[in-house]
């Protein structure tokens, strides 16, 4: 049986800086992910990172995350914000290139809900350049990663964790690898509102396999998605000189956090005018630039572009203290398990998203994660092999249990539904009744059986998109009851 120390699940930043984390802490790492190599770029939050580089101390940013957030964990975003501009010098020691002034210094980009220019950035590709970063450095570190390996459950005895259960996509074997420590790193459960989101996946194993979520009422809306696209467009250009204009042309500014920002909206038409930006900014700006004008056929700089809010950013998910460990009540860990970045629910961002401090969450929290893993995992022993090929027995019996229903709903039918009634009472306003119903509907898919049309084991996305859609409809009666048990509107849970 394989066996690591630590077993990371995820691509993203948070992912990929804990496993150097863990690594550097003295254990043996592994990460699986069940996409394809590059796949994280495209889920990326280029948005840029937050920090204090040109103030005497990280008070402000800390306030003015607190302001947005309304119901930060102090401590959380306290260390989080005095870590930024020690976090954003590693970066550019392992090579991050950010956009410079002219004094030399990083040019800072000022964005909603800062009082200051505080948030650093690659122009239009922050993430998918610390991305590249972090992947450099994991493969310097000889960090193995493992490609299209699903996992479908985390495997624990006696609330400590033994191992997982993955399904290897390309040949449809079924296998337990064991570990003494797993720490979940995904993408986040925006999925549940949009399509071409990521599911929570990750999320939702933690939450079967015991852990407790919170914030789950919280997804954070990005203001600036094309419309009729899954394309979201960097913040930073709107301080390159881009404008955001309603139909009658009047400008509009963001204020507060983002999803107060996008609230503001929700019954504008609006564009985004990106004529004025100087063309000696430009280049900062041409992959956006690019990817318009191969999918639309326009161009960024000589035509507006129409815009919409999306959800972008899962701010509930794992209950984690300040180390990730996974909580199972309030002062009680899951031994062994631990979560990060949009799969953790850190504290750090309270009720709602300060622009850039997404991507300095993710950074921080995989940090924490891994290292804390990482140290725990050199004094502890592996065990749980028997429970491991029972687990693995389990599993193969519940894929085969799912190719044989024959009455039911399709995987798509099952997203579709999910997608339009969270959107429709789960969104950017809510209404008390509205709550009640979409529960209900909810718990009507839950009971519903999936109908597979493909029996294979093998290279079976219809399985895949099975397996998430189950999980989807955990994560989202968890996010209605937690909606249905706040009674005050707060950050990104607005109550009408």
């Not at 993203?12 to 590059?38: C, E, H, K, Q, W």
């Not at 870590?83 to 040019?107: C, F, Q, Y």
């Not at 019954?267 to 985004?272: I, P």
């Not at 326009?298 to 509930?316: K, N």
């Amino acid at each position: 049986m394989e066996s690591w120390d630590i077993i990371v699940i995820g691509s993203g930043v948070a992912a990929l800086r804990a496993a150097i984390a863990a690594l550097d802490a003295g254990a043996t790492v592994s990460i699986f992910d069940d996409a394809g190599p590059g796949s994280a770029q495209a889920r990326a939050d280029d948005t840029g990172i937050a920090a204090s580089l040109a103030e005497s101390d990280s008070n402000e940013h800390q306030q003015d995350t607190a302001t947005v957030g309304m119901g930060v964990e102090t401590t959380v975003s306290n260390s989080r914000c005095a870590s930024s501009v020690s976090t954003l010098i590693e970066l550019e020691r392992w090579g991050l290139n950010l956009r410079r002034d002219g004094s030399g210094a990083p040019a800072l980009s000022s964005q909603p809900g800062h009082r200051t220019p505080r948030v650093a950035t690659v122009g239009d590709v922050t993430g998918r350049e610390t991305l590249r970063i972090l992947e450099e450095q994991c493969m310097k570190r000889g960090i193995p990663r493992k490609h299209d390996f699903r996992p479908l459950t985390v495997v624990t005895e006696n609330q400590r964790v033994r191992g997982i259960v993955i399904l290897d996509i390309q040949t449809g074997i079924i296998a337990p690898i064991q570990a003494k420590s797993v720490i979940l790193a995904g993408d986040g459960h925006d999925g549940l509102w949009v399509e071409n989101g990521s599911s929570g996946s990750k999320t939702a194993l933690a939450f079967r396999s015991g852990a407790m979520l919170s914030g789950m009422e919280f997804v954070g809306w990005h203001p600036m998605m094309i419309k009729d696209s899954e394309m979201f467009l960097s913040l930073a250009l709107l301080d390159a000189g881009a404008r955001l204009r309603k139909a009658n042309g009047d400008d509009i500014e963001l204020v507060g956090g983002l999803t107060e920002a996008c609230r503001s909206l929700v019954d504008e038409e609006y564009v985004l005018d990106a004529r004025s930006v100087p063309n000696s900014l430009r280049p900062w700006f041409n992959t956006s630039a690019q990817h318009i004008t191969d999918r639309f056929g326009i161009d960024l700089w000589s035509t507006v572009i129409p815009l919409t809010p999306a959800p972008r950013y899962s701010i509930g998910g794992v209950a984690v203290d300040a180390e990730g460990r996974a909580l199972i009540s309030e002062d009680l860990w899951l031994t062994g398990l631990y979560a990060a970045g949009a799969s953790a629910a850190s504290g750090m961002h309270g009720s709602d998203i300060l622009a850039g401090n997404w991507t300095l969450d993710a950074l921080l929290s995989g940090e924490s994660a891994g290292t804390s893993a990482g140290q725990w995992a050199t004094s502890a022993k592996h065990g749980g092999r028997n429970l491991l090929m029972e687990a693995a027995f389990n599993s193969e019996a519940q894929i085969e249990a799912m190719s044989e229903v024959k009455d039911g709903m399709t995987v798509g039918a099952v997203t579709a539904s999910i997608r339009r009634t969270m959107m429709a009472q789960m969104g950017l306003i809510r209404e008390e009744k509205g709550l009640q119903s979409v529960q209900t509907k909810i718990d009507d898919l839950a009971a519903s059986p999936i109908r597979l049309s493909d029996d294979s084991q093998i290279m079976n996305m219809e399985l895949i998109a099975a397996l998430d859609a189950s999980l989807m409809l955990d994560l989202a009666q968890a996010a209605i009851s937690a909606a249905k048990a706040r009674k005050e509107s707060c950050g990104a849970h607005y109550l009408i």
